[in-house]
């Protein structure tokens, strides 16, 4: 068998579920051609190792969240299921609805609408300065999704970044230990803003199960428009990044309204 | 299978899906989320667009639960419906689903043949985050066939009839897919290699 017939046949031999058995002189050719043994063997190393790449990424929180929304908006969900709770699970299903009187949290439904609309107003005007207050005083990674025209693991050096004076003076005095590379998350999270306290409060103590998934989706979706804005500040040309924003804001504002609809 | 962090069953999860119950959909939406993300972020190579059709899939499936009879695993069905929103979505953009024949060779395409004798294997194993971006590279329609078949696991006859082509013609594009996959690595690991 010749290189060329063995490459004509490794369509079909190659086939894991193909029980075809191999044809005169194919394996005697292979053992003896390092040409064609190497190629056997690559296609079959490329085959085997495409296999783990199978469920190994993980979709951003909002998906969720778009797709509670959606069901939520064609009526597809009446009511959460109700049992007893054991527990306290870290995921906020199967809560109980326990009697008395139910806490009002009438406040969270105008915070929710503020929040869509200070996104409206970003993409239709500049950033406004006191939203860079979130900005964290280190590095700051440009996320993936953010517009193509920034490349991957992008990090803004010292001298672009708008951030106040004394915010780049402490991230360059960090230890070098602490200080955040290119493509992870600030070790410490900011502190949550005083709406977001409330809001965690009144989970705390009308749903205090839900509490640590709340904070966990609050955190994921703050960072989010932490990064989105200071590269909005920086680009405040670019539409897409604006419309990323206005998207980041108003999970935040879907996650205030499932709060609500929930412990109401 | 079982959500770990609620002890409810996925079987549990479906029947109180069925009739409405949100805490059933997330518990399902979490148990396959990485699956049906991970098959879409493959097929388009976007995270973004990735996250809508995973959204997408998600809410089809949502909105037929209550067809779901259980003749075949929730998951195949959830797999299948998922591969199907993609394809669709392909379809609308214009693009190959699957080549009929030999694609144009792209600007930074690497010559076939060009590590030949010299440097015959991809030794040991192949690195996760080159190979994910060797199959970015990949033309549409090979990389249909190639993420269908390597990556999530279906048949040539699956494949076949998802995505209109004949069996041999799915082989076919595999094959392909696999030698230029073969090429971009070996030209990724020379030039890391030269960088050092």
């Known amino acids: 068998m010749t290189c060329s017939e063995v490459e004509r046949v490794l369509p079909e031999l ?18 003896s051609c390092p040409a064609c043994s190497g190629l056997v063997s690559d296609l079959r190393l490329i085959a085997s190792e495409s296999r783990q790449l199978a469920a190994s990424e993980e979709p951003s929180p909002r998906v969720w969240l778009r797709i509670a929304a959606e069901l939520r908006a064609e009526g597809l969900i009446s009511e959460p299921a109700i049992r007893e709770p054991q527990s306290a699970p870290s995921r906020p299903i199967l809560i109980s609805t326990s009697p008395g009187r139910r806490w ?18 970003v993409v239709s005007h500049k950033p406004a300065p006191q939203v860079a207050k979130q900005t964290p005083a280190v590095p700051v990674t440009v996320p993936v999704r953010v517009p193509s025209a920034v490349p991957e693991n992008a990090t803004v050096s010292p001298d672009r970044v708008t951030t106040p004076a004394p915010q780049q003076l402490a991230r360059k005095a960090a230890k070098p230990e602490d200080r955040v ?3 992870a998350r600030p070790a410490v999270e900011p502190e949550p803003s005083a709406e977001d306290q409330q809001f965690l409060s009144v989970v705390s103590t009308r749903a205090p199960s839900m509490r640590a998934t709340y904070e966990s989706e609050l955190q994921a979706v703050n960072a989010d428009i932490r990064e989105t804005q200071a590269y909005v500040n920086r680009h405040p040309g670019d539409a897409d990044a604006r419309q990323h924003l206005m998207d980041a ?16 | 299978m079982t959500d770990p962090k609620q002890g409810i069953t996925e079987a549990e999860a479906i029947e109180q899906a069925k009739q409405g119950h949100e805490a059933a959909f997330e518990v399902l939406y979490h148990l396959h989320k990485r699956r049906v993300y991970s098959l879409c972020l493959r097929m388009v190579s976007n995270p973004a667009q990735a996250e809508d059709l995973a959204q997408e899939a998600f809410l089809q499936l949502f909105r037929k639960i209550g067809t779901f009879r259980g003749e075949s695993a929730f998951s195949t069905w959830l797999h299948r419906m998922t591969v199907n929103v993609v394809l669709m979505q392909l379809r609308k953009k214009g693009l190959p689903v699957v080549s009929l024949e030999e694609t144009l060779e792209s600007d930074d395409e690497v010559p076939r043949k060009e590590f030949g004798t010299q440097d015959v294997k991809l030794t040991g194993s192949i690195d996760r985050l080159q190979l994910q971006r060797a199959i970015d590279k990949l033309p549409p329609g090979y990389r249909t066939v190639f993420v269908l078949h390597d990556v999530e696991g279906f048949e040539h006859n699956e494949i076949a009839e998802m995505v209109g082509c004949s069996i041999g013609n799915s082989k076919s594009q595999l094959h392909k897919a696999r030698l230029k996959l073969r090429d971009y690595l070996k030209f990724m690991r020379a030039e890391k290699a030269k960088t050092g």
């Open chain 1, 104 to 121: 009002s949290a009438w406040w969270l439904a105008p915070v929710a609408a503020a929040l869509l609309a200070a996104g409206a107003y």
């Open chain 1, 181 to 183: 590379g290119p493509a």
């Open chain 1, 14 to 31: 190659l086939d894991d579920a193909s029980e075809r058995a191999f044809p005169a002189g194919f394996e005697t050719h292979v053992k």
């Open chain 1, 249 to 264: 804001y108003q999970q935040k504002a879907l996650l205030y309204q499932m709060a609500l609809d929930r412990i109401q």
